[in-house]
C-alpha cells in the first residue's frame, strides 16, 4: 500500500511504496521523519545603485535603469539593489535620484552606501 502525504502548504507531496521484482511487499515505518530542506534565495552583498553591475558607479547606471524601466534594456541581475532610493518599488525616481545625487549634490542613497548590503536573490557582486 503506497503512503504519501500532502505538505500542510501543499508544495509537495511525498509518498513511498514497497516492492521487490513481481513479489509485492508491504510494511509498516513507525515514527517516519520526512523532512524536505528548500534553500531560500541568496543574499549576497550588492551595491545599492549600482544597476547595470560593471563594478562601477556613474551615469550608467541611471541610464541603464531607464532603458530597463521604459526601453527593452536588459534587466539588472540585482533588481532590489535598482532601488536606488531605497522606497520600495523601483521606478523612475530612482534614475533621477542617482542622477541628482550623482552631479547636484542631492543626498547619498541609504547606508551602508558606499558599502555593499546584502540583496536577496542576487549574485554576489562586491566584497
Ligand atoms: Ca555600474
Ligand atoms: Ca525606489
Do not use: K
Not at 507531496?13 to 515505518?29: D, N, P, R
Not at 545599492?48 to 547606471?61: L, P, Q, T
Not at 534587466?75 to 530612482?94: F, L, T, V
Amino acid at each position: 500500500m503506497p503512503i504519501s502525504y500532502l505538505a500542510p502548504d501543499q508544495s509537495a507531496v511525498f509518498g513511498f511504496t514497497a516492492g521487490t521484482g513481481a513479489a509485492a511487499e508491504t510494511g509498516e515505518v513507525d515514527n517516519l521523519v520526512v523532512s524536505r530542506l528548500v534553500p531560500g534565495p541568496a543574499n549576497a552583498n550588492w551595491q545599492r545603485c549600482e544597476a547595470n553591475g560593471d563594478g562601477a558607479r556613474d551615469v550608467s547606471d541611471a541610464v541603464f535603469v531607464l532603458a530597463w524601466l521604459f526601453t527593452a534594456g536588459s534587466a539588472p541581475a540585482c533588481e532590489i539593489a535598482c532601488d536606488c532610493n531605497a522606497d520600495g518599488s523601483r521606478d523612475i525616481s530612482d534614475p533621477i535620484f542617482d542622477l541628482t545625487y550623482q552631479f547636484l549634490g542631492g543626498p547619498a542613497p541609504a547606508a551602508p552606501y558606499p558599502a555593499c548590503e546584502p540583496f536577496e536573490g542576487c549574485p554576489e557582486a562586491c566584497r
